[in-house]
């Protein structure tokens, strides 16, 4: 009996520290979904929201959100809709006054999208009237922003014309209610290929990474005054098919990303840990391997530790992971 204890404690602790799967919903009143984004509520709820309706691009698309409760998740909620016009894209986060905020897009297409906003002072329980933004700012276009020591806020953007896409930084310094534009952020031989930025703090400045077009990789940028200045784009080692990222810096300095870790396709769907700030990358685990497309994530650390994130399951649900922190190399 003594020596099978090493192994069942070996079982037993890679159950313990095992990731956990599950759908934000069975059914929904829409056919297809894309674009999701979640947040720990103050109270350690889950708020999650994405796109969902006939298409990507039609004019039913409205934005939608769940919340994810001891009791599992709420039926899924309409958040906002715009009479013969798509929505696109929400982020949620939270500024240091303690408002959740909902930033979405409306409009036709990429190249025609006006930023709006609803905001909750409850922990998204209730919500204010739809807002829209001014033209020329989006807000947050696909990722969650940071928010620095000093309380600005400092997001990700970026804009999507016929012949270039561009990404930017928009700051707010006053809890995320109006906003100023810095950038743009260039690859040298690809200037106008990058949108979507996802932001995480090092020591000193901020890193942006950023989902590339024609270019195949993951790529860079790091701004040292608060982002009104940004280094010019490298390339990191990570893939990337032209496919929506997102990254989180965790308690202890370590970055994790989620991507797609291909150059063609948006399956497999993967994990990669960074110990030395986004320079190096090690994948430790792939979340979707098969056929299909696993898109579009977003990714969290929960109060527990634990890393938390969503992303499109075959453009027909929201799925739902958690994984541990002990699990992360």
Known sequence: MGRMRLPILLLFASALYAQSYEFVYERAPFASCHASTLLEAKNGDILAAWFGGSREGAKDVAIWMSRRTANGWSAPIEMARHDDTPTWNPVLFRTLDGVTWLYYKFGTSP?????????????????SEPKAMPAGLLGPIKNKPIVLPDGTVLSGTSVESYHSWTAYAEISTDQARTWSRSGPITHPTQPYGLIQPTLVPIPG?????????????????????????????????????????????????????????????RSPLNLAVSHDYGRTWKRFLDLETEPGEYSYPAIIQGSDGDVRMVYTWKRE?????????????
């Open 205 to 265: 400045g901020v890193r942006m990474f950023m989902r590339s077009r024609n270019i195949g990789r993951i790529c860079a940028s790091e701004s040292y005054d608060g982002g009104e200045t940004w280094s010019s784009a490298w390339e990191t080692e990570l893939p990337n098919p032209n496919s929506g990222i997102d990254s989180v810096a965790l308690a202890d300095g370590r970055l994790v990303m989620i991507y797609n870790d291909t150059e063609k396709g």
């Open 111 to 127: 190249r025609e999208w006006t930023g709006a906003y609803r905001s909750s002072e409850d922990d998204g329980r209730t919500w």
């Open 317 to 329: 649900r929201v799925r739902y992971v958690n994984v541990p922190l002990e699990s992360i190399p």
